[in-house]
């Protein structure tokens, strides 16, 4: 199902930041669409070429709005 996995482990948190950049060095910048929750994904976002944000509060929608988003549903 998968060729790869990238996770967490006790050493390294793959958040924020780290998957961002995780991600571009394995798909290059906007290689890639997100799919996130939470404004710790905004620097996911920001890299990738799909923003695709799930249950999120109208304040994520605002920040976001400047990226390419598809808000798939809204708390």
């Known amino acids: 199902l998968f060729d790869d996995v990238m996770a967490s482990n ?3 948190n ?11 060095e394995r798909f ?3 290689g890639f669409d997100y799919i996130g ?3 710790r994904d905004f620097p996911v976002w ?6 695709i ?3 999120v509060p109208a304040k994520v929608i605002r920040k976001t709005q400047h990226l390419n ?3 798939l549903s809204r708390k």
């Open 10 to 12: 006790k050493h390294f």
């Open 14 to 24: 793959l958040s924020s930041h780290n998957k961002a950049d995780k991600l571009v």
């Open 28 to 30: 290059g910048k906007q």
């Open 37 to 39: 929750d939470h404004m």
């Open 46 to 51: 920001e890299a990738s070429n799909l923003a």
């Open 53 to 55: 944000l799930v249950n």
């Open 69 to 71: 988003t598809l808000v």
